[in-house]
């Protein structure tokens, strides 16, 4: 059932983005019918081989139960799971354990280390559970890929945090599934070595090739390690798309706001010239860039994030200064444009000019630099 290590990588360098997993119209309901909650609501999404795919959303958005059901720990209330060519959803329970045993690999916030054991023994563990055979050349790849070589003798006890979150990696490696699961396993680390060890998990996933979900509360850690990103609310996908296009082109005024901040300024299409529309806004004008479709006379939703505008004497909508805070390496301003606030991020402030709280000024962007929901 297992698909080895390095038929996974020829297969993924072959396929391309051939699909290796797939919710279908999947639905999930807990609770009497009087007082039902529906975590997933007719949800459909593909994850692509080879690909790393982060899963994020608010409380209650459903992230956790899909991916729940994705690995056969959860039954869905109707709809298909497919991993593999294998439909999950219809297995039972002797088929499951087999399956997860073989085919998932699963990563948690608790890394689950057996204390008495060495990091060794710990990676083999899943093996000799399920009574298979060591192949050591494939045992040597991830110990190297994860740079475990000179700890493998070392106990749990004897490990920094990140040295025993590598334990863990190994240890849903060796089994060589063909997807691995990450449900926030790095929630329990310290923000410095989060940073480190979201860019080893990512360099480790691409290198070794193999499919990941990667459910995740921390923005920096989907845009980071992701290919793919799916934004959940409510049981159902709010929006699908790369980090770039998540965060540059989202879909809904939920979606800019849950991926970093956004500035929400209202408008009314004046004219249009190609992809350029002319907005009233607070009683000013503003040119920007069309990415849809619209119509003259047409109220539309402009999203501008902090970074995308700066504060000019001259030139852009009118607004005043209500904070300005140095912070380093950026300038952090709160302006009121009309009756909209909107803030701003000015990165190395130092030759800038700087406008204090109560100044006027203007709000510049370029045309590009929007987005119109």
């Known amino acids: 059932m297992a698909r080895h290590g390095r038929q996974h990588i020829e297969q993924h360098e072959s396929d391309g983005n051939a699909v290796v997993a797939s919710a279908i119209d999947l639905v999930k309901t807990y609770g ?21 795919t982060a899963i994020m959303g608010p409380s209650g958005s459903g992230k956790s139960t899909l991916m729940h059901c994705m690995a056969g720990l959860d039954q ?24 997860r045993r073989e085919q998932i690999g699963f990563i948690f916030q608790s890394f689950n280390l057996v204390p008495t054991l060495s990091a060794e023994e710990n990676i083999l563990l899943p093996l000799q ?55 926030e396993p790095l929630s329990n680390l310290d923000a410095k070595l989060r940073v480190s060890m979201r860019t080893e998990i990512r360099r480790i996933q691409q290198e070794v090739g193999i499919t990941a979900i990667y459910v995740t509360h921390d923005q920096s850690e989907a845009m980071a390690l ?24 989202p ?29 009233a806004i607070e009683g000013e004008t503003a040119h920007v860039e069309a990415t849809r479709p619209v119509s003259v006379g047409e109220e539309v939703t402009m999203v501008l994030r902090p970074e995308s505008a700066t504060l000019t004497e001259d030139r852009g909508l009118p607004c005043k200064v209500e904070v300005s805070c140095f912070m380093g390496s950026y300038q952090n301003y709160h302006v009121r444009v009309g009756e909209t606030l909107v ?31």
């Not at 790849?141 to 475990?148: C, R, W």
């Not at 800019?256 to 002319?278: M, Y």
């Not at 800038?352 to 709000?363: D, L």
Request: hydrophobic share 45%; aromatic share 8%; with cysteine.
């Open 226 to 249: 992701s290919d793919q990103i799916i934004i959940m609310n409510k049981g159902v996908v709010a929006q699908i798309g790369t980090p770039q296009e998540i965060y540059f082109h």
């Open 251 to 279: 879909v809904s005024e939920f979606v800019a706001d849950f991926i970093g901040e956004a500035n929400f300024l209202r408008g009314k299409v004046l004219a249009l010239e190609g992809n350029t529309a002319t907005l």
């Open 343 to 373: 803030k701003l991020t000015e990165y190395n402030p130092k030759n800038k000019r700087i406008f204090a709280q109560g100044e006027n000024c203007f709000v510049h962007f370029d045309a590009n630099a929007t987005h119109i929901l």
């Open 129 to 183: 559970i399920a009574k298979k055979p060591i192949d050591r050349a494939w045992f040597d790849k991830v110990v190297s890929v994860v740079g475990l070589q000179q700890r493998l003798s070392h106990r749990p006890s004897q490990l920094s945090g990140g040295q025993q979150q590598r334990v863990a990696l190994a240890r849903a490696l060796v089994v060589e599934p063909g997807v691995l699961l990450f449900d």
């Open 32 to 52: 009497a019918d009087d007082a039902q909650v529906r975590a997933l609501d007719h949800l459909s999404v593909d994850f692509a081989r080879g690909e790393m």
């Open 76 to 99: 869905p209330t109707s709809g298909k799971v497919m991993v593999e060519g294998l439909e999950v959803s219809s297995m039972n329970q002797r088929q499951l354990t087999r399956f």
